[in-house]
């Protein structure tokens, strides 16, 4: 019995080391790209929010800092209690359009952008929320426009046609690609030498 159990054990860390240690040619990356101040910051926040989920502002810079990493997931969890707390804030929804957009999943963005401008756009503002100014506003319609252009693509098989909507929407006017021009003909020497130059006729005085 006792020779079983060594057995187990010795099969159980065999397992162990064959799941847990990378092969010679994997390659280790951070889970989160970012500054090592940066990364401070994300564990100062993150603690924060460990005794306060709710609290909007800390959500927002952690899920900020998430999508500068490249973890549009993460973004998405961290204003999941916040939402529930505050569904009115449309700095909540901004993010989350941003997130869905990062994840390629237009539709979802798109209808989180809507109900930010909507919130936005409310007047008076919802209570408990912070007043959306111009400059937010003129972001918001930016970016649900753009979102609309993409909406019912699959982005992550047609990147390209997503990347040309969202240029036309990113930039104040279209403008399409020129078409080449056609090349000027060149100038015909006349047989014998190459062509002559007419000097200029200098006209003098006729002498009384």
Same mark, same amino acid.
């Given at each position: ?8 054990? /010795? ?10 240690? =990378?092969r010679?040619?994997?390659t280790?990356? =951070? ?8 990364q401070?910051?994300?564990a ?16 927002l ?15 998405l969890a ?5 939402l529930?707390a505050?569904?009115?804030d ?8 941003i997130?869905?957009?990062d ?6 963005g798109y ?14 503002a ?16 930016? @970016? ?10 699959? /982005? ?15 930039h104040?006017?279209? @403008? ?9 003909a ?13 000097? =200029? ?8």
């Open positions: 019995m006792r020779v079983t159990r060594i057995l187990d054990l /010795m099969v159980l860390l065999l397992l162990a080391a064959v799941v847990l240690i =990378p010679p040619d994997a280790v990356k =951070p889970a989160l790209a970012l500054d090592p101040e940066l401070d910051r994300v100062e926040l993150q603690s924060v929010l460990v005794g306060q989920p709710g609290a909007v502002d800390k959500a810079e952690l899920a900020n800092l998430y999508l500068d990493g490249h973890r549009p997931d993460w973004a961290t204003i999941g209690p916040s529930k505050r569904p009115d449309y700095r909540l929804h901004h993010v989350r359009a997130a869905y957009a994840r390629f999943d237009p539709d979802p209808e989180a952008a809507k109900t930010a401008v909507s919130l936005c756009e409310r007047d008076p919802p209570a408990n929320a912070p007043v959306c100014g111009p400059a937010a506003h003129a972001r918001l319609v930016l @970016l649900r426009s753009a979102l609309q252009s993409v909406a019912g693509i699959d /982005m992550k098989n047609q990147p390209y046609l997503a990347k040309e909507r969202i240029f036309r929407e990113l104040p006017v279209y @403008l399409p690609k020129p078409k080449p021009k056609a090349k000027a060149p100038a015909r020497t006349p047989p014998g030498g190459a062509p002559s130059i007419e000097a =200029p006729r200098i006209e003098t005085p006729e002498k009384p």
